[in-house]
């Protein structure tokens, strides 16, 4: 038996480095991957991608006893423990100085006390109401924030050289409250701030980030329904409570003091108090030729808040690959497997929020992905690493404590495929992988996916900015190229009337609620199917001439190139 198995083991990797030799070589440079037949090397691996393991993980992570997995309970605790314990069950390397754990803390703040801005324009008030007119924040990690300043309206708040936009002009806002819109400037152009696509410009970390860069003390966002893409309940239910970051340190960025949202009506309010209307500074903000306004507003408050220190961990391993010259890269793979833990209790009073589709099943997926490419490690060049990621509900605050304090350099990882809240209700003949027209990855999934008669799908929303708000969008905003793989909308066998009855109407009634549990009648085909399927890509890249990277014009571009020179400078 051991001679036979020699002799098999022999074929497949002479197989594989037949394939390699009549693969044509590439450049760096060049978008067209270099392509490896890996259906039959594949065959048996596929094989061992099973639904039945797949439903034992989701079945064991959403079970009440894990109490709905929240960063700092016992129950997202036994969580990384199972999930470690399958990682060293299956062979993975400890990656993390010989563990598998990279432990971190987190902070809480919850607002206490005084819950009132005041806006006075030449000696008037100007009355807003907390919570119906405006919602408000501290990014700093303390018990009192006294804020007294001028606002300083700036349009969008965007700096964007490659769009050749800048909503500051020069203009020293030090010391300042901005006041800014939410989105892009508006453009039919896909060349200009991704046209209908949201750009991450338009994203809210990005206007705080942007405004805490030039020197003001706090930031104000206007909200519309219409710029958003939602209402504002969504605003008072994301801002309302205790709210978690990262541990700020000496080495931390400036942090606003002030941070807050004004809905639409109080945004009209604090325009005309200036002598302008809402509109008219929506118009004046969508110009390339805008300049800094000066309101004369004063915005004075007192933010009391209260502090407590959250310890949780991302669980990390890695399969190593073979190549003596390639190992150290690797392709990296992610999923969160934290909840909302214990909450509101529903009509039912059911008050565990357990997390079945979101996102037992993405993690649970990538558990069944790691134990078959463990046995495909010695065809593999370079290196997988898996990682296990906490506190996604959180703020992708696990993702982005890893893409601040990498165990690997970034510029060692080539791609990342991200999996969350996967589909559940059989296979399709198409798949979506978040943001993968932003690189050369591309082609690696289209080649796949014409392999399998997959059609490959871009974003269905493109103005809800969707791939800003999973974990590989910390990676991707340090450089790293990734994608995260969205099920498909069109199912075997069945029509669209089916698929929102069924599917969407599941999602609509059962997301972030205590009835998001596990269903013994779910279909996992359609889970095989997106493991396969992000397998086989993964095993093209490993064993690749060239890897993915941004394709020009692409705002992380940048940071990927910092990153490649970052590293070429340490070797």
């Keep these: 038996m051991q001679i036979i ?92 100085d010989g563990s598998f754990y990279q432990e971190f803390s987190m902070v809480g703040v919850e607002l206490t006390g005084d819950n009132s801005i005041a806006f006075t324009k030449d000696g008037k008030s100007i009355q807003l109401e907390y919570f119906v007119d405006f919602m408000k924040e501290t990014g700093l990690q303390v018990e009192h924030v006294e804020v007294d300043a001028e606002l300083v309206y700036v349009g969008y708040g965007i700096q964007a050289p490659e769009n050749d936009w800048d909503d500051y002009k020069g203009v020293d806002v030090t010391g300042k409250v901005l006041l800014m819109l939410v989105n892009d400037p508006p453009s039919d152009d896909p060349n200009h701030f991704g046209g209908e696509a949201l750009t991450y410009y338009g994203r809210w970390t990005y206007k705080y980030e942007k405004a805490t860069e030039m020197g003001a003390v706090g930031a104000i966002l206007i909200h519309t329904d219409e710029s958003a893409g939602y ?202 992988p978040l943001g993968y027209k932003r690189s050369t990855m591309e082609g690696f999934l289209a080649q796949i996916a014409k392999n399998y008669r997959i059609t490959l799908k871009p974003d269905q929303s493109p103005g809800q900015g969707f791939y800003f708000r999973s974990d590989h969008f910390p990676f991707a905003k340090a450089g790293v190229p990734a994608v995260s793989i969205d099920s498909g909308n069109d199912y075997v066998g069945r029509d669209q009337e089916w698929k929102e009855s069924t599917v969407d109407a599941w999602i609509d009634a059962n997301y972030h609620q205590p009835t998001d549990e596990y269903d013994e009648n779910w279909d996992y085909s359609g889970v095989v199917q997106l493991a396969r399927f992000v397998l086989h890509v993964t095993y093209n890249i490993a064993n690749a001439d060239s890897t993915p990277e941004w394709n020009d014009g692409q705002e992380f571009k940048e940071a990927r190139l910092k990153s490649l020179e970052e590293y070429r400078n340490l070797k």
Aim: with cysteine; net charge negative; aromatic share 8%.
């Design 231 to 432: 209402g504002w309940k969504v605003i008072t239910g994301s801002w309302s409570g205790e709210q978690t970051a990262l541990g700020l340190n000496d080495n931390s960025p400036p942090q606003l003091s002030l941070r807050s949202w004004l809905s639409e009506d109080a945004a009209e309010k604090i325009f005309s108090s200036a002598g302008f209307s809402l509109s008219d500074m929506q118009e004046k903000a969508a110009s390339q030729d805008f300049t800094p306004i000066h309101t004369g507003i004063n915005v004075k408050t007192t933010i009391e808040s209260k502090i407590r220190t959250i310890k949780t961990k991302n669980v990390i391993g890695i399969i190593r690959g073979t190549d003596p010259l390639l190992s150290h890269e690797m392709i990296l793979w992610t999923g969160h497997y934290d909840h909302l833990g214990i909450g509101a209790a529903n009509s039912e009073g059911d008050s565990i929020y357990n997390g079945a589709w979101d996102n037992a099943s993405g993690i649970s997926a990538i558990l069944n992905m790691a134990k078959v490419a463990v046995n495909l490690k010695y065809d593999l060049r370079r290196s997988i690493l898996v990682m296990a990621l906490t506190a996604e509900e959180s703020g992708l605050l696990g993702s982005k404590y890893y893409s601040e304090n990498p165990v690997y350099h970034l510029a060692t990882a080539k791609a990342l495929f991200n999996i969350d809240a996967i589909n559940l209700w059989g296979e399709t003949t198409d798949m979506i």
């Design 5 to 96: 198995k020699y002799f098999l083991a022999a074929i497949v990797l002479l197989s594989f480095m037949l394939s390699c030799t009549q693969t044509k070589k590439s450049s760096s440079t060049d978008s067209t991957p270099t392509m490896i037949d890996t259906k039959s090397l594949l065959g048996d691996a596929f094989k061992a991608i099973s639904g039945d393991e797949i439903k034992a993980h989701i079945k064991y992570l959403s079970d009440d006893k894990l109490r709905g997995r929240a960063p700092g309970s016992e129950g997202i605790d036994a969580a990384a423990e199972y999930i470690a314990s399958q990682f060293e069950e299956y062979g993975l390397e400890p990656a993390v």
